[in-house]
């Protein structure tokens, strides 16, 4: 089976990694270091704070569409960059990797859309939004465990190659 050739770069501080409306051809993990997302056509509005452990073009990857927000590194930060042509290779010929990994994109967007929603109340008083969203089920703690300590096992051996 062919492996997704992962690259480890270096970026420098105030490099755009993500230009909003241009296609990205590559999928990233911060490893280290701290990202901006804000949408450049709207004066910069920051939309977000990215850092380490988290991933960042998940979206257009998903979608296939040109992403909506620029990604700019703050300070000097490490990233892991997985092409997409080589990850959608390993996608399609892997089904137990394709299912792992659409489940950790999936609970990584769903857990950036609870905090949007946290920060914007959607008109709910934030103990009353806290009560309509819940917590994670017991089962679902257990899987998010597992999958943190994959993740700080790759980047672990991320770092020290």
Request: glycine share 6%.
């Amino acid at each position: 089976m062919v492996c997704p050739e992962r690259k480890k770069e270096l970026i420098p501080p105030d490099r755009l990694l993500i230009k909003e409306g241009n296609v990205s051809d590559a999928l990233y993990i911060v490893v280290s270091g701290s990202f901006s997302v804000a949408i450049e056509s709207q004066n910069q509005t920051e939309l977000a704070i990215i850092s380490e452990g988290e991933i960042v073009g998940e979206v257009s990857f998903i979608d296939t569409r040109p992403p909506l927000a620029s990604v700019r590194s703050r300070e000097e930060s490490v990233v892991l960059s997985l092409p997409r042509v080589q990850l959608l290779s390993k996608l399609q010929q892997d089904t137990n990797f394709a299912s792992r990994f659409y489940r950790a994109i999936c609970l990584c967007l769903s857990d950036r859309l609870r905090g949007t929603v946290s920060r914007l109340g959607y008109g709910y008083d934030l103990d009353e939004l806290e009560a309509h969203i819940g917590g994670f089920g017991q089962a679902m703690l257990g899987n998010l465990e597992l999958a943190e300590a994959k993740f700080n096992w790759l980047i672990k051996n991320v770092r020290s190659s």
